[in-house]
């Protein structure tokens, strides 16, 4: 028998770099530097792919979508997510909600909260207020406080269709 609830836990991080774009929560953040990766290396959507993928026991995002393939370069996120949440789907699944943490030195997210979960909401066919997103700073500790990488972790529900 499923068991009608699962929760998965995802993590990433990235390197900070100049000349890139940065992509956070699907959307375009406008700054100095961005995320290094193989596709838009948007750290939210990433962990909570890989906190989907985990409670379906499915692995991670790198699994799925390897690193080393050509046809992920430069791939908008969003998409891998919508793989994802066509997992979550044939398994019998849906989303209850997601609930993610970034941390970054800056810029400043709170004033692109709503337009995240306003791109990332109807992708995962959840309510805006079943998106939660948080961000900090690492009060200038570490790789993230000297703004050489970013981090996110985020932890997802699944119920039973």
Known sequence: MAAPFKIGIGYDVHQLVEGRALWLGGIHIPHTHGAEGHSDADVIIHAICDALLG??????????????????????SKKLLAEVVLMVNERGYAIGNVDC???LQRPKIAPHITKMQEALAPIMGIDLDCV????TTAEKLGFVGREEGLEAQA?????KK
């Open 155 to 159: 932890v997802a529900l699944l119920y």
């Open 55 to 76: 409670a379906l026991g499915l692995r991670d995002i790198g699994f799925h979508f390897s690193n080393t393939d050509p046809k992920y370069k430069d791939i908008d």
């Open 101 to 103: 943490a970034l941390v």
């Open 132 to 135: 939660s997103i948080k961000a």
